[in-house]
């Protein structure tokens, strides 16, 4: 769905004022619960625990040798974010750019979602260890302490490969940071895991996907392989543990979770306007954002991105719950077309 000008003005309007900052601090008041009761009574948490142990993998086990030219990876590449170079650019502010600048641009998006990656595998290590301190279940704490492992692990091959292979990093992207500040704040567990293994890993989950299938690079593909198969396990997570205790919340309680889960999505759809490459690249923000949201492939790409959310949501119960207020909103996005689409199980899986 495109912006309207008072939206997008709206939207631009939200930036990262601490782009400098090293240390950020988000207060979080949520109880840490110990429970003594060590029964191994969910059978699929068990499986899921047992396969994430059998999957782990090292980040040295990459073919880290390998060269990456960067300019040559985004010529290869047209299509950057749902933005296809061959396209007609004329009377737009793109109308005089030749290749130097088209190739200037897949560099610095290159640069641009990679930090958005690593800043976003960084919000989940934190989430994931908040919730081993509150979720109430044995066999959830023992999964989530592996999901921590792996973020761990997700945070350090995007920083190393950012460092040795790109060419530079961006900070994170406002919208993306309000999202996890509000996750991490949030005192309540389920809370936790809505915003981050549903819809966070949700989306980072399609995003790598796209990354996968476009990226013309060894390296990169063989990372994102590794990486996904790892979120594929923590979205199945988040299905498994809410399905249950979202069966006994009342109305008022889902239309909470509803709320919450349209306010991330969107965050998540204003996060990929990409306006700190914009700024860098020295064209007007707000015109650039415009035009990109009139290209043909940008509603294929939004939509993809939510092709592990909207599924995961109608799991849940909370895509139809009491009036539909959340399938009117999806639709008003142009992303209810996903609520069918279908992904292998990863408890049958085998380990990568």
Known sequence: MELSDEALESVLAITN??????????????DVEFTWAYERSRPALVKLYEKAKGAMWNADD????????????????QNQNGFDRTQDWSDTPFAGWGDKEWIRFGVES???TLSQFL??????????????????WIDAKYYAATQVMDEARHVEVF??????????????????????????ADPRWDMTYLGMQIMVEGLALAAFGFLHQMTTEPLLKQLLRQVMADEARHVAFGVLSLQEYYADLDATEIRERQEFA??????MRDRFLQQETWERMGVDVKEAVKVMQRSPERPIFQGFLF??????????????????????????????????????????????
């Open 307 to 352: 092709s592990k959310i909207v599924p995961n949501l109608k799991k849940l119960g909370l895509l139809d719950a009491g009036d539909g207020w959340l399938r009117e909103r999806f639709t008003e996005l142009g992303v209810i077309e996903y609520e069918h689409w279908v992904d292998a199980d990863p408890l049958e899986a085998p380990v990568a």
């Open 262 to 267: 349209f306010e991330a999505a969107v965050r």
């Open 62 to 77: 990459l073919p880290w040798e390998i060269e990456v030219d960067q300019e040559k990876v985004a010529a290869d590449n």
């Open 110 to 112: 290159q640069n641009w």
């Open 159 to 184: 920083s190393r490969y950012l460092d040795t292979k790109l060419s530079g990093h961006y900070p994170i992207n406002a919208h993306l940071k309000m999202l996890l500040d509000d996750i991490v």
């Open 17 to 30: 004022t601490d782009v400098d900052e090293v240390a950020h601090v988000v207060p979080a008041a949520g």
């Open 119 to 136: 800043h976003g595998e960084q919000g989940a290590l934190v989430c994931t260890a908040q919730i081993v301190e509150t979720v109430p």
